[in-house]
């Protein structure tokens, strides 16, 4: 017996001493849902190990909790919604709150504004949210690294909340300063938002949940968009009286979603990985899943915690990330899809929407109603990103989704160009506007937000996601101030750049994307390990 016990042992396969009894190595982690990760390190991929296929469990899958639901439309509705509001607010009231700067700088502080200064504050009061939105990125790693990722939440909400109260009492107090603030700080909150938010749901939903809550926030900005457009019309708050109120409606939302603040839950892997605290995060999977505290399921998700804690705990910096080159690959993957989301020309389209309609040859009435059904077009898209991130892979939707953007911008651009060759090119321009939204939202739209939780393991999450957020609100401030004059420059031929950028972000994810969905970030990370290298190993 001793004789057939010490054979076995002479003859490892692989990984040396743990060939000698692999099932004692594997029969926690076989537990684990969709994959489960061996004690062997990878000597390839940072902070990874080795994956192996696992068994499923039939008779216990993670229920959707109250707990969940609660964080994934609290979140939503109480913070995406809101910066969505606040990004497109502005558009309508413009007029009137351009007026009343001019009326409140002259009577405060006696100062006439000429026509080139009244654009430079302009161009600041629109300018100051983006700017708001680099900075919050910023601090969006080292305050979901060190405080965790629910009071990043929180401080979201405490900084939209201050920034409704200054754009209600903005006006009644004649004080344009406190526009200013109010802008600035849902600039950082949008910011914090875009970096942690993401984060916040793919580490509380398990693997078989994540395609539907990854959506979510991409969604609560198309959301909040529409919503503005609706109350900022001149007939409801947007008028010359009430604009304030436009501004300030959002903070409804903030109330009411932050209410009930005490029974949203903590991330489990935060808890676990970054800070230790096992029995926590024991806890926080058994509201979130709906566990039994003797549950093999809880084990096995526990397991596998432990396995990529032992690998890799401590949060790494923005030094770190952008010098380890086996991080290289994924956050080139991540910065190149969330700028070439907003230099795809999404936000050009909607912020010149009605100057585009009316280029087109549209009457001034039929290209506010354009621009609403351009805005309810996106939202009905948007809505189907859960369904279909839960269906398709992700490098399916991304490819088509950049692919035929690229086709129907160059087709907008040219249509836009000769429209007085063919009276239908008019025509054929709204076609394109309304196909290129459709097919924006398939992809492009929704996916950039998340890939990078789907792509980094814990360690380097937090500030590859934050260096990401830092290039969003960049390209969009880029977009937001030369994209008018460079269409004074180039006419309808300015959309030609956009075009390019759709296939540039087409030919990095037929090339380097590897496929994400149903995956655990530790199986990923390795496939991108490589940088540039890496294109075989895609699948």
Known sequence: MHAHVNRNMEQPKDGGAFGASPLRLLEAPLMAGDSAKCLVRSKRGFGSYNTCPTLVLQDEQPKWSWTLKLAMFGATLGAAVPVGYCTGVVNSPAVHMRAWCQETLLSRYDLQLSEGALELLWAAVVSIFLVGGAVGSLTGAAIANRFGRRPAFYICGVLLALGAICFYIC?????????????????????????????????????????????????????????????????????????????????????????????????????YIVKGRKQQAAQQLQLLRGYA??????????????????????????????????????????????????????????????????????????????????????????????????????????????????????????????????SWFAMGCIVCIFMYIIVFQFGLGPLPFFIGAELFEVAPRSAAMSLGSVVYWLCNLIIGMAFPSLQNAWGALVFLPCSITCLLVFVLTQRYLPETRGRDPSEVAPLVADGFKSKRLRQ
């Open 293 to 422: 505290a003797d549950s093999p399921a809880l084990q096995a998700e526990l397991n596998d915690m432990e396995q990529e804690a032992r690998v890799k705990s401590t949060p790494c910096s923005y030094l770190q990330v952008l010098t380890n080159p086996q991080l290289r690959l994924p956050l080139i993957i991540v910065c190149a899809y969330l700028g070439g989301q907003q230099l795809s020309g999404i936000n050009a389209i909607f912020y010149y929407s009605v100057s585009i309609f009316r280029k087109a040859g549209l009457s001034p009435q039929a290209a506010e109603l354009a621009n609403l059904g351009a805005g309810s077009t996106n939202l009905a898209s948007a809505l189907l990103g859960p369904m279909l991130m839960e269906r398709f892979n992700r490098r399916p939707l991304m490819l088509v989704s950049s692919f035929f953007c690229c086709v129907f911008l160059f087709l907008f651009a040219m249509l836009l160009h000769f429209i007085e060759s063919f």
């Open 171 to 271: 006006r009644p107090l004649g004080s344009v300063e406190l526009l200013l603030l109010g802008r600035l700080l849902v600039g950082l909150a949008a910011g914090l938002l875009t970096a942690c938010m993401p984060m916040y749901h793919s580490e509380l939903a398990a693997l078989q949940q994540r395609s539907k809550l990854a959506p979510l926030c991409p969604l609560g900005l198309t959301v909040g968009v529409v919503v503005s457009q609706i109350f900022s019309l001149q007939s409801m708050l947007g008028g010359q009286e009430h604009w304030h109120l436009a501004l300030a409606f959002y903070g409804i939302f903030v109330v009411l979603c932050y209410a009930p603040f005490k029974w949203y839950p903590e991330s489990p892997k935060w808890l």
